[in-house]
């Protein structure tokens, strides 16, 4: 079986974003990371792969051409990776067909999608490649069963879970408790290292959107402290309640 | 959130992408697996045995070996892995120290085909622990005067003697035991534990490594068939070039251990208000934590040096000596100024620092303790060797 695992390079969540001055965009110096959605769906092919059989190829899309996303994808076990340039400023359609683009050149029976990337949470790319391609896709997955060439995914929808099922190819986007990702093992790690990524320079689209200024969130209201011991649970529930309205 | 960069000299630019890989790769599983639950292993005095397969799943016995189904990684990335193993727990890194340096090493570096066959995959995948008999009751810093011995008999060896403050002693498969034979030449030898003659005990009441086997080896008329002798030792330099192997990681570990506790005296100095102003705005604190830092880029810098030069082949033991004393020596110092700022605190099981402050009175003494390597650099320098 041929899956192709789409992955984005995202900041982490726990780097301290800055605007720049001008505010055209983020500081780049910062740590950066595979987007955890796109892990989950690199370890569901992997898995996958394990248990059928076959090959898994990691796709990106930097606009900075860089490929430290998809060498951690090596290290975890996939079998090839293909590093797409460009994509600057770009709107999820853009991005959407220029995946699109590269995996229409490509055999393969599934392609799994993060859910969502934490850097701009549009939530659209893999339903657009979907479509793009015309063939079915299942979104916010949390189970997936494949059984021949057809593939029963469970989806998480308002208050419970909704079971599909369809035939390969097709598209299938991958939310938290599918799986628990695996570390790239040590020995993987080397192995990546001998691997070649190849660097495709895309089509450039026209700049669909353009970016007209960045804000920092505004600084967080100090913690106040409501009282001490078990006398402040009252009030605490209180404010909790009233004024946070948490409870 | 992190608000300052503790690599202040930008050391990280010095390591290769994939080795920074593989250091946050164990960084990661370290504080998902090992930080959790380590406290209580400390305080319950067990090893956390559940770790040992996800540690092998990793690739990190053995990982600076080339083949036998070992990652292949140089000595620096090795070393990055010892240290973030050490910044969760020194009785967790000896474990890795033992089976990779002091188990795997040898039977590498000394053992026929044959046994390199028969054991270094398995060991890689920990189907099989290890462990390394040196040390003994009346012979520590001077293994020259060991006791064991070893007699051949037909196609066997018999061993009698006793070997104490052995790490993973009582989990292990097999032992790597170190005997005198009737040449006085000392002999390596792989004793499997189900050998007539093999005993191993757990030395319980100990104050330091409470997350880690330590025990003794009981050789009492041991049975040891003959192609289990490692062929290719020779006498008592082969012990000690495991040692060296095995101090090169401790000299990196012990920086880890080091690393942790910085951050958390940083962390509680900045968080603890007392005078109503927190405790790192008192010169004292500051002073404190301005010599952790020192050390520990010092420290860094050492090991790295070293283990480049360990990966260009132009290293000594000399050199190995240097590291593991100064780092050692110094993460103990930093544990003990860590303990010291988070006041009462400190003192608990809540916090690290005191947790590593006692396992560093461990790693001081074993692999060569402070004054032994003070002495191997004291030769180095004089010419004149100080144990004679
Ligand atoms: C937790 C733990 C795990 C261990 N694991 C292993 C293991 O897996 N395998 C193994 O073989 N061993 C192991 N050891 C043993 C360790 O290597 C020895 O403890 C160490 O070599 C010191 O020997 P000793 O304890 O007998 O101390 P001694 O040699 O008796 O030394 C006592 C003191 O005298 C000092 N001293 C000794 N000779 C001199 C001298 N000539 N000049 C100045 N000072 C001197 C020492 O520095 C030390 O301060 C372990 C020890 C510990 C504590
Ligand atoms: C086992 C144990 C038993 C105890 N028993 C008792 C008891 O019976 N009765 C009792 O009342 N208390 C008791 N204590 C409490 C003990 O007196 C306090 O722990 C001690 O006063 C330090 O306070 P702290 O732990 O809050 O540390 P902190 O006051 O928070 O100090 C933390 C660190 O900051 C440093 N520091 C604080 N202020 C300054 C400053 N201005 N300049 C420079 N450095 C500063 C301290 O030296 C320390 O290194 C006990 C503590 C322990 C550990």
């Known amino acids: 079986m041929k899956i192709i695992v789409c992955v984005k390079r995202t900041p982490d969540t726990t780097t301290q974003i800055r605007v720049k001055p001008d505010k055209s965009g983020i500081e780049q110096d910062i740590e950066w990371i595979l987007n955890p959605y796109d892990e989950l769906a690199v370890e569901e092919a992997l898995k996958l792969k394990e248990k059928n059989g076959g090959i898994v190829t990691a796709i990106s899309l930097d606009p900075d051409a860089n490929n430290s996303v998809l060498r951690r994808c090596l290290a975890m076990g996939v079998d090839e990776a293909c590093l797409l340039k460009g994509g600057k400023n770009y709107d999820s359609y853009s991005v959407a067909k220029l995946l699109a683009d590269e995996i229409k050149q490509r055999e393969y029976n599934l392609v799994l999608f993060g859910k969502q990337a934490i850097d701009d949470d549009n939530y659209q790319v893999p339903s657009m490649v979907a479509t793009l391609l015309d063939v079915p896709w299942v979104s916010v997955v949390t189970k997936v069963e494949v059984n021949g060439d057809s593939v029963c995914a469970t989806r998480q929808i308002e208050g419970g879970e909704e079971i599909m099922e369809t035939k390969f190819p097709c598209v299938i986007s991958c939310q938290r408790g599918l799986n628990e990702p695996r570390y790239p093992s040590l020995k993987g790690i080397m192995l990546a290292k001998k691997k070649e990524i190849p660097v495709k320079e895309i089509a450039s689209l026209p700049e669909s959107v353009a970016v007209t200024g960045h804000e920092a969130p505004s600084p967080r209201p100090p913690g106040r402290i409501v009282g001490e011991g078990s006398g402040a649970v009252k009030e605490l529930v209180r404010l909790l309640k009233e004024e946070a309205k948490v409870l | ?388």
């Open chain 2, 1 to 388: 959130m992190k608000d300052f960069d503790p690599d202040i000299l930008k050391i990280d630019d010095l390591l290769t992408d994939d080795e920074k890989m593989v250091r946050d790769t164990i960084h990661q599983f370290v504080n998902k697996r090992v930080k959790p639950i380590i406290g209580k292993h400390y305080m319950e005095g067990t090893f956390p045995k559940h770790l040992i397969k996800e540690i092998a799943d990793l690739g990190l016995l053995g990982a600076n070996i080339s083949g036998y189904g070992c990652a292949g990684m140089n000595n620096v990335a090795y070393g990055l892995c010892m240290q973030e193993l050490e910044r969760g727990d020194s009785g967790v890194r000896s474990f890795a120290s033992v089976q990779s340096g002091l188990v795997m090493y040898p039977i590498l570096a000394f053992g026929s085909d044959k046994q390199k066959e028969t054991y270094l995959p398995r060991l890689a995948k920990a189907e099989i622990i290890g462990c390394f008999g040196l040390t003994e009751p009346d012979f520590g810093s001077n293994p020259a005067g060991m006791l064991t011995k070893c007699v051949k008999k037909g196609s066997k060896y018999i061993l009698n003697g006793t070997k104490r403050w052995i790490t993973n002693a009582d989990i292990a498969d097999i032992a790597i035991v170190w005997a005198r034979n009737e040449k006085n030449e000392i002999e390596g030898f792989i004793v499997d534990k189900k050998s007539k003659g093999y005993e191993a005990r757990e030395i319980k009441e100990k104050l330091s490594l409470r997350a880690s086997d330590t025990g003794e080896l009981i050789l009492e008329d041991c049975e040891v068939p003959e192609e289990n002798k490692l062929p290719f030792t020779q006498s008592l330099k082969s012990p000690l070039m495991c040692l060296t192997q095995a101090r090169y990681g401790i000299a990196w570990g012990a920086m880890g251990a080091a690393l942790d506790c910085f951050e958390e005296a940083v962390q509680y100095s900045k968080t603890r208000v007392q005078f109503d102003k927190p405790i790192g705005a008192f010169q004292m604190i500051q002073e404190k934590l301005v010599y952790m830092l020192e050390e520990i880029v010092k420290g860094q810098l050492l090991a790295l040096r070293v283990g480049r030069l360990k990966d260009e082949n132009k290293y000594n033991h000399a050199m190995v000596s240097l590291a593991k004393k100064n780092n050692v020596f110094q993460a103990l110092t930093i544990a003990r100024i860590a303990r010291d700022i988070l006041g009462a605190s400190g003192i608990t099981i809540e916090y690290n620092c005191m947790r590593h402050m006692c396992n560093l009175e461990s790693v001081i003494t074993y692999e060569g303790t402070h004054n032994v390597h003070t002495l191997v650099l004291g030769n180095y320098i004089t010419g004149i060797d100080a144990f004679k």
